[in-house]
């Protein structure tokens, strides 16, 4: 069983920066894909980005593309989402999440493991 601690939300104007950081308690085949999604009050949960752990291979949604990026540091077992530019509609309940590959964390099909969430809050 994978565990997964996100940290890094705050409240920041728009136009900041925040940097969230996904630690894992463990790395295997069935996490290699790590994803950031966010969920606003009244709507739906959104994937914002994913990255494999082993060929570094990333996707964006357009909504952040050009802003945020998704790195990671496999010593450290850490995905991390540098968010820059930051929109009032950036804000939302910020979750990572693994699996073993991205069709598997898309369809929630086989083990997906999840993050508490950490909060990030955009206003002026």
């Known amino acids: 069983q994978v565990q997964l601690v996100e940290s890094g939300g705050g409240s920041v104007q728009p136009g900041g920066s925040l940097r969230l950081s996904c630690a894992a308690s463990?790395?295997?085949?069935?996490?290699?894909?790590v994803a950031w999604f966010r969920q606003a009050p009244g709507k739906e949960r959104e994937a914002v980005a994913y990255?494999?752990?082993?060929?570094?291979?990333?996707f964006y949604a357009d909504s952040v593309k050009g802003r945020f990026t998704i790195s990671q540091d496999n010593a450290k077992k850490t995905v991390y989402l540098q968010m820059n530019s930051l929109k009032l509609e950036d804000t939302a309940m910020y979750y990572c999440?693994?699996?073993?590959?991205?069709?598997?964390?898309?369809?929630?099909?086989?083990?997906?493991?999840w993050g508490q969430g950490t909060q990030v809050t955009v206003s002026s």
């Open positions: 999440a693994a699996a073993r590959s991205w069709r598997a964390l898309e369809s929630q099909s086989g083990d997906v493991f």
């Open positions: 463990e790395y295997s085949s069935s996490s290699n894909a």
């Open positions: 990255i494999y752990r082993d060929d570094g291979v990333t």
